[in-house]
């Protein structure tokens, strides 16, 4: 089912928690709606459901105009940070609940639930309650409980923040296979952007009540919209270099380092800047590449498959990875080149992405 | 080492001293325990087989089931059982109907709620004997309250306190009223423990009210309903001060309505057989005793 979602706006009191947020979900597709706590994520789900009412705007289901319909008529299922399985019904029991509500006889139910519950790979567990299951399977089973309706739109609120670090990811996938095996149209809330990364079609990034960019993943990475989006995407943070561009040439804020940096030409002179540089951007270059500056090393992090170093220019630090072998001592000074993709020039005061 | 730190490593060093040392934080409650709760119940069960007993000398005629026989022979007893059972039966099940549907409508946000909690908590904060004062004006067969709006609905006057047929009705309605507050609140309190999500969830696959009500808040109020079953069955057990002010200081209209507790006081302070006293409290605290195991059974039976 394709939602249509135009001009949605919710007030609570005199605050704002969504304002003026338009976004098409395909058919189909997984999307992930990514975000800092309190960007009002969770509320735009709850206006899908229909569980709170919305400020202004409106919502299409397939053309078809739901928003003041209430949550029972929208043919929604609905996942639960906390699950909300209920303690008193065995796993088949909650599972078949929602087929209970729409009156559907004993057999079938119990059929169809046991059909869910193998999708979810929690069939041999349909006698036992909720506590006696993990966190992993309360999950499974919330999910199967959210599906066996044949939803239209399946929702998921935060659904993997009360798992563990192994579990989380195990479950991650799980619901990538889920929805791909059943082509339902999925929204997923999430702030992990790890998670939204690794799982969506597309993400739908937001930020204090408003939408700040929806693409897919890795072009929400590499073409960030503006300043928002690239820091709020990538581990470690992205770097910041700030200062001003004239002539060609980038010179750091305080004025002790500048150079030459022919691609921010685009961006308007005298205006503060930041230049971000993803740490796997940032490297230094074979000796017959052209350096773009040099930069002392502060520290050197070996983890493994990679070296993560803290450099130093004019007071500002930053990261980088380092290639190979290279294990500099702190102190030395190393060129560093950015590559092509994963350089940025913001407007410092408005975010506006120049480069 | 200085000194002081020597006579704490000397009382470190003593098992005994240490293992005694809570005891003597505990001493005060629990002498108070023992003088005001441990020795009143043991002089009872004690009592309650010394035949012919008499407090002021501390003489007995012999030791035996006399005071038992005797009780348990008593019609007056017979019908205090009686009538006690009839009360607990009523009582119990109807308080915890009414005060889960008034809890459940004072869960509600809604604005003035305050004002409601606070009328359905006055009884619980109104002195029995003055609410009773109260209950017996309103019972009145001409002038009372209750008759009047009957009568609205073409019911006829109704003598509830003179009547003995009805005057463990009219108790059974005041007993209802003063329990209810306290079950309110623990119904409140367990309400307030279910987590709203749970009620999101069935709203959005098209729960109506009455089903959420039925398959979702009881069962898992069930715990506190089992808490108050317990606690309102001891109590109501112990029937007593809500009868006097509704019949005057008698136990019904016409001797009727002795309750086990009334009968133990009567026995006591009026009749001054303090042996058969004691017999018939024992009796009560078997029975009690017993309805609150088979209680905790069938809980457990049916709970999560």
Redesign the interface.
Same mark, same amino acid.
């Given at each position: 089912m394709k939602v249509d979602m135009q001009g949605l706006t919710k007030h609570f009191g005199t605050t704002v928690a969504v304002d003026d947020f338009t976004v098409t979900l395909e058919d189909g597709e997984l999307t992930s709606i990514l975000g800092p706590s309190g960007c009002g994520k969770s509320t735009v789900l709850n206006l899908l $459901?229909?569980?709170l009412p919305v400020t202004a705007g409106r919502i299409y289901f397939d053309g078809e105009d739901v928003t003041g319909l209430p =949550?029972?008529?929208r043919g929604?299922g609905?996942v %639960?940070q906390?699950y $909300?399985l209920? =303690?008193?019904m065995t796993v088949m029991g909650n599972i078949s %609940? =929602?087929l209970e509500?729409?009156k559907v006889p004993r057999n079938e139910r119990e059929e169809r639930a046991r059909a869910m519950a193998a999708l979810v790979h929690v069939d041999r567990l349909l006698h036992r !309650?909720p !506590?006696e299951l993990s966190g992993g399977q309360q999950q499974r089973v919330a999910i199967a409980r959210a599906l066996v309706?044949n939803p239209n739109l399946l929702l998921l609120d935060e659904p993997l923040s009360n798992l563990d670090a192994r579990l989380r990811l195990e479950m991650r996938e799980e619901i990538r296979r889920i929805q791909q095996e059943t082509r339902v149209t999925t929204v997923f809330v999430t702030h992990d952007q790890e998670e939204a990364m690794s799982i969506s079609d597309k993400i739908v990034l937001m930020n204090a009540g408003r939408l700040q960019q929806e693409a897919e993943p890795q072009t929400l990475y590499n073409e960030p919209r503006n300043q928002f989006v690239a820091d709020f995407l990538g581990t470690p943070p992205i770097n910041h270099l700030p200062g001003r561009m004239s002539g060609g040439v980038f010179t750091l804020a305080g004025g002790q380092a500048s150079f030459p940096f022919p691609r921010g030409a685009g961006a308007p002179e005298g205006r503060d800047l930041i230049l971000a540089v993803r740490s796997e951007s940032a490297h230094v270059p074979d000796p017959d590449e052209p350096a773009l500056f040099e930069a002392r090393v502060e520290s050197v992090y070996a983890m493994g498959k990679e070296v993560l170093g803290y450099f130093d220019i004019g007071g500002h630090s930053f990261r980088a990875y380092l290639e190979g072998d290279l294990l500099p001592r702190p102190g030395t000074a190393l060129p560093i080149a950015f590559k092509n993709r994963g350089a940025f020039l913001f407007d410092k005061e408005t975010g506006e992405r120049y480069l | 080492m200085s000194r002081k730190a020597e006579k704490k490593y000397a009382y470190r060093d003593r098992p005994v001293l240490r293992a005694l040392e809570p005891l003597a934080y505990l001493a005060p409650f629990l002498a108070a325990v023992a003088v005001f709760t441990l020795y009143p119940v043991i002089n009872v069960v004690m009592m309650s087989f010394k035949e012919g007993y008499r407090m002021l000398t501390g003489a007995y005629d012999q030791v035996g089931f006399g005071n038992y026989a005797y009780v348990l022979g008593d019609r007056y007893f017979i019908s205090a059982l009686r009538n006690t059972s009839l009360y607990v039966a009523v009582v119990v099940p109807l308080s915890t109907v009414l005060s889960i549907l008034i809890a459940n409508l004072l869960n509600r946000k809604v604005k003035g709620m305050a004002l409601f909690q606070t009328a359905y908590f006055m009884p619980m904060v109104t002195s029995v004997t003055a609410a009773g004062l109260a209950w017996k004006f309103m019972f009145s067969r001409d002038f009372g309250v209750i008759n009047q709006i009957l009568s609205w609905f073409g019911v006829g006057k109704i003598n509830w306190l003179q009547a003995p047929e009805w005057s463990l009705w009219a108790l059974i309605i005041y007993g209802v009223w003063s329990i209810l507050p306290f079950t309110i609140i623990l119904m409140l309190s367990g309400l307030q423990n279910i987590d709203e999500t749970y009620y999101t969830a069935a709203r959005v696959d098209g729960a109506k009210s009455g089903r959420i009500f039925f398959r979702i808040t009881v069962p898992m109020l069930a715990p506190t309903i089992g808490l108050v079953l317990t606690i309102n069955t001891i109590s109501t057990s112990k029937v007593f001060n809500e009868i006097f002010p509704l019949f005057n200081g008698r136990p019904g209209p016409s001797y009727n309505l002795y309750t086990v507790v009334y009968y133990i006081y009567d026995q006591f302070y009026i009749k001054w057989k303090l042996g058969r006293a004691a017999a018939a409290a024992m009796i009560l605290f078997l029975i009690i005793f017993v309805v609150t195991m088979l209680q905790q059974v069938i809980q457990r039976r049916w709970s999560l």
């Amino acid at each position: 089912m394709k939602v249509d979602m135009q001009g949605l706006t919710k007030h609570f009191g005199t605050t704002v928690a969504v304002d003026d947020f338009t976004v098409t979900l395909e058919d189909g597709e997984l999307t992930s709606i990514l975000g800092p706590s309190g960007c009002g994520k969770s509320t735009v789900l709850n206006l899908l $459901a229909g569980i709170l009412p919305v400020t202004a705007g409106r919502i299409y289901f397939d053309g078809e105009d739901v928003t003041g319909l209430p =949550p029972e008529h929208r043919g929604i299922g609905l996942v %639960f940070q906390n699950y $909300a399985l209920y =303690p008193h019904m065995t796993v088949m029991g909650n599972i078949s %609940f =929602p087929l209970e509500i729409q009156k559907v006889p004993r057999n079938e139910r119990e059929e169809r639930a046991r059909a869910m519950a193998a999708l979810v790979h929690v069939d041999r567990l349909l006698h036992r !309650k909720p !506590k006696e299951l993990s966190g992993g399977q309360q999950q499974r089973v919330a999910i199967a409980r959210a599906l066996v309706k044949n939803p239209n739109l399946l929702l998921l609120d935060e659904p993997l923040s009360n798992l563990d670090a192994r579990l989380r990811l195990e479950m991650r996938e799980e619901i990538r296979r889920i929805q791909q095996e059943t082509r339902v149209t999925t929204v997923f809330v999430t702030h992990d952007q790890e998670e939204a990364m690794s799982i969506s079609d597309k993400i739908v990034l937001m930020n204090a009540g408003r939408l700040q960019q929806e693409a897919e993943p890795q072009t929400l990475y590499n073409e960030p919209r503006n300043q928002f989006v690239a820091d709020f995407l990538g581990t470690p943070p992205i770097n910041h270099l700030p200062g001003r561009m004239s002539g060609g040439v980038f010179t750091l804020a305080g004025g002790q380092a500048s150079f030459p940096f022919p691609r921010g030409a685009g961006a308007p002179e005298g205006r503060d800047l930041i230049l971000a540089v993803r740490s796997e951007s940032a490297h230094v270059p074979d000796p017959d590449e052209p350096a773009l500056f040099e930069a002392r090393v502060e520290s050197v992090y070996a983890m493994g498959k990679e070296v993560l170093g803290y450099f130093d220019i004019g007071g500002h630090s930053f990261r980088a990875y380092l290639e190979g072998d290279l294990l500099p001592r702190p102190g030395t000074a190393l060129p560093i080149a950015f590559k092509n993709r994963g350089a940025f020039l913001f407007d410092k005061e408005t975010g506006e992405r120049y480069l | 080492m200085s000194r002081k730190a020597e006579k704490k490593y000397a009382y470190r060093d003593r098992p005994v001293l240490r293992a005694l040392e809570p005891l003597a934080y505990l001493a005060p409650f629990l002498a108070a325990v023992a003088v005001f709760t441990l020795y009143p119940v043991i002089n009872v069960v004690m009592m309650s087989f010394k035949e012919g007993y008499r407090m002021l000398t501390g003489a007995y005629d012999q030791v035996g089931f006399g005071n038992y026989a005797y009780v348990l022979g008593d019609r007056y007893f017979i019908s205090a059982l009686r009538n006690t059972s009839l009360y607990v039966a009523v009582v119990v099940p109807l308080s915890t109907v009414l005060s889960i549907l008034i809890a459940n409508l004072l869960n509600r946000k809604v604005k003035g709620m305050a004002l409601f909690q606070t009328a359905y908590f006055m009884p619980m904060v109104t002195s029995v004997t003055a609410a009773g004062l109260a209950w017996k004006f309103m019972f009145s067969r001409d002038f009372g309250v209750i008759n009047q709006i009957l009568s609205w609905f073409g019911v006829g006057k109704i003598n509830w306190l003179q009547a003995p047929e009805w005057s463990l009705w009219a108790l059974i309605i005041y007993g209802v009223w003063s329990i209810l507050p306290f079950t309110i609140i623990l119904m409140l309190s367990g309400l307030q423990n279910i987590d709203e999500t749970y009620y999101t969830a069935a709203r959005v696959d098209g729960a109506k009210s009455g089903r959420i009500f039925f398959r979702i808040t009881v069962p898992m109020l069930a715990p506190t309903i089992g808490l108050v079953l317990t606690i309102n069955t001891i109590s109501t057990s112990k029937v007593f001060n809500e009868i006097f002010p509704l019949f005057n200081g008698r136990p019904g209209p016409s001797y009727n309505l002795y309750t086990v507790v009334y009968y133990i006081y009567d026995q006591f302070y009026i009749k001054w057989k303090l042996g058969r006293a004691a017999a018939a409290a024992m009796i009560l605290f078997l029975i009690i005793f017993v309805v609150t195991m088979l209680q905790q059974v069938i809980q457990r039976r049916w709970s999560l």
